[in-house]
């Protein structure tokens, strides 16, 4: 596939009573299920899971410990020295067909206003919405760098995140999928949780810090990915489409913490005497995509095979659910080559 075709297919809302209602059985349902200090027990582990506040308290996150990285994997875990060294100059179909129906490019001139019937650009809306798309895909650049800075999250993989999610559109996808990392309620509420002080910054706003983390505060979240603006230039609140990547950063890293804890559950092992830098953040992605049971599941197949340290070779060796196994994909297609680095 080309960068055009590939994609994702991943202000508080009024919301009625009856969807209210089948949100909260929903959440119900994933704390008890999917979170993740259950996850271990739900899956029958012997020992009981490692409390949060005990987890790294003696040993370096493996989020963070950059020690050791293989030659191989430093294309998309390098850190550039500016953001230039992040610009992409890529067609982006996606992108175009959002400018275009959104009334942000004219392509009027062009055969079928533009579009594909997939909402897609043709190749003449590729032309036409050129320009902005050339923009657009580097608008981010300092702000991905900077979250580096703040949150830890690797700079190329939160750029390719966005480039396979969003191809850059700041606004929603559907009903469910919003921002430039199409970010979905779970993933919120997963954030939330795993980040205490965000939580304690939004419910501020809606006045209840109750501690137990509710649609208010999550659709809050969601809201703040949301940059669409119909009386904004190019459609786009850029000041918002700029701030949400911290945002975004924080949700990213929050699924790492998750995941060291997901590892955690499944080994009975310290995460770093498990896996590397690499991989962790490998199989961060695989759960922000497919979710905490399949990397749950997938690990502890990977360790009662090697009984050691574990690859993201290990990994998709011994994933094999489908519904999984596009975790494993769209962990590849984010890490695959696509930078020279380092230079």
């Not at 909260?24 to 899956?43: D, E, I, Q, R, Y």
């Not at 959002?98 to 043709?122: E, H, T």
């Not at 505060?217 to 786009?236: R, S, V």
Request: charged share 15%; glycine share 6%.
């Amino acid at each position: 596939m080309t960068d055009g075709e590939i994609i994702h297919l991943s202000t508080i809302s009024v919301w009625g009573i009856a969807l209210i209602k089948k949100i909260a059985l929903a959440v119900f349902l994933w704390l008890f299920f999917l979170s993740p200090l259950s996850v271990g027990n739900v899956k029958g582990s012997t020992n009981p899971s490692p409390a949060k506040s005990d987890l790294f308290q003696d040993v370096v996150s493996v989020c963070k410990d950059r020690e050791n990285i293989p030659e191989e994997d430093m294309h998309w875990i390098y850190v550039p020295e500016s953001a230039d060294q992040l610009h992409t100059d890529l067609q982006l179909a996606f992108l175009s067909g959002q400018l275009i129906s959104n009334s942000a490019v004219d392509a009027s001139d062009c055969p079928a206003g533009g579009l594909r019937i997939d909402g897609y650009a043709n190749a003449c809306g590729l032309a036409v919405t050129a320009p902005l798309v050339s923009v657009l895909q580097n608008a981010f650049d300092e702000a991905i760098l900077q979250a580096w800075k703040d949150s830890s999250v690797p700079p190329v993989l939160l750029k390719q995140l966005i480039r396979y999610e969003s191809q850059f559109w700041p606004g929603r996808w559907g009903e469910y999928h919003y921002g430039l990392g199409h970010l979905t309620y779970f993933g919120a509420h997963t954030t939330l949780y795993w980040r205490p002080n965000l939580y304690r910054q939004l419910c501020s706003v809606s006045g209840n810090c109750s501690g137990e983390i509710d649609y208010e505060e999550i659709y809050y979240f969601l809201n703040l990915m949301d940059a669409y603006c119909p009386t904004c230039e190019n459609k786009i609140d850029m000041p918002k489409a700029q701030r949400s990547i911290a945002y975004l950063a924080e949700a990213v890293y929050a699924h790492c913490e998750q995941t060291e804890q997901i590892v955690a559950n499944a080994t009975d092992m310290w995460p770093s005497a498990v896996v590397d830098y690499a991989t962790i953040w490998k199989l961060t992605l695989m759960n922000y995509n497919v979710g905490p049971t399949c990397v749950y599941d997938s690990v502890v197949a990977a360790y009662e095979h090697s009984q050691s340290q574990i690859s993201w070779w290990d990994v998709g060796f011994f994933t094999g659910d489908s519904q999984c196994s596009r975790g494993i994909y769209y962990a590849n297609q984010i890490t695959e080559e696509f930078y020279d680095f380092p230079p």
